[in-house]
């Protein structure tokens, strides 16, 4: 379950951010300060959400800062709707910015893209309910840690950086098994694809994820791309 801090000084707004990011699947930390913000960055934060104007300062100059040892993506909030505004939060290292007032709705997608985006750095990897951390090599699902033996997450890494190609079953075993220079034949790959499916598929037999091509090898689905 993806970790993500509220700091919002305005009571109301802070609980009702909290209570829709709560709702739809998010572990949520409160904040109303910035002298609280690393406190929560200590305990594992995927994404910030940071009011621009807090009583113990600017979290933009704040986020300046503690991007020089730390990438945690941020969404600023603030009533100021000028240009230049929008310019010092991005210049500060924020994802996204949303003027106030804002819908919630249009929020939780904002957070889901900017989250969606570090697939792409590398870090984590998101479908529907499912999620993987490369850094960590940690699968969830709907919140819930799936244990995958060593070989099934270098199985799952090879088809997460190959989505929606074609992988023959002599590519697997090459990019799996030869770079350990370990001899691992066709039978043991599709019993190690089967038991993943097992694992993380609502029905094995109709496949969401990982798809077989016959008489090639096995696709991995991504309908976001």
Request: proline fraction near 4%; include cysteine.
């Amino acid at each position: 379950m993806e970790k993500i801090l509220v700091a919002e000084d305005d009571e109301l707004l802070n609980e009702g951010i909290c209570f829709a990011l709560r709702k739809a699947g998010y572990e949520v930390y409160s904040a109303r300060k910035l002298e609280q913000i690393r406190g929560y960055l200590n305990q594992g934060v995927d994404l910030m959400i940071l009011d621009v104007s807090l009583p113990d300062g600017d979290s933009r100059a704040f986020l300046a800062q503690l991007r020089q040892d730390n990438d945690t993506p941020a969404v600023f909030l603030t009533a100021r709707k000028s240009e230049q505004d929008l310019l010092k939060g991005f210049d500060s290292g924020g994802d996204d910015y949303m003027t106030k007032p804002f819908s919630v709705p249009v929020l939780l997608r904002r957070v889901q893209a900017v989250l969606k985006r570090r697939v792409g750095q590398g870090q984590f990897y998101y479908s529907d309910d499912l999620v993987y951390d490369f850094r960590n090599q940690i699968l969830k699902r709907s919140g819930q840690e799936i244990p995958l033996t060593p070989t099934e997450k270098k199985i799952m890494e090879v088809f997460l950086n190959n989505r929606n190609q074609v992988l023959t079953r002599e590519v697997l075993l090459a990019r799996v098994w030869d770079v350990d220079e370990n001899f691992v034949d066709e039978k043991t790959l599709n019993v190690n694809v089967r038991r993943m499916r097992e694992k993380i598929e609502a029905n094995p037999k109709d496949p969401r994820w990982i798809h077989t091509v016959f008489g090639i090898g096995y696709k991995w689905r991504d309908d976001n791309g």
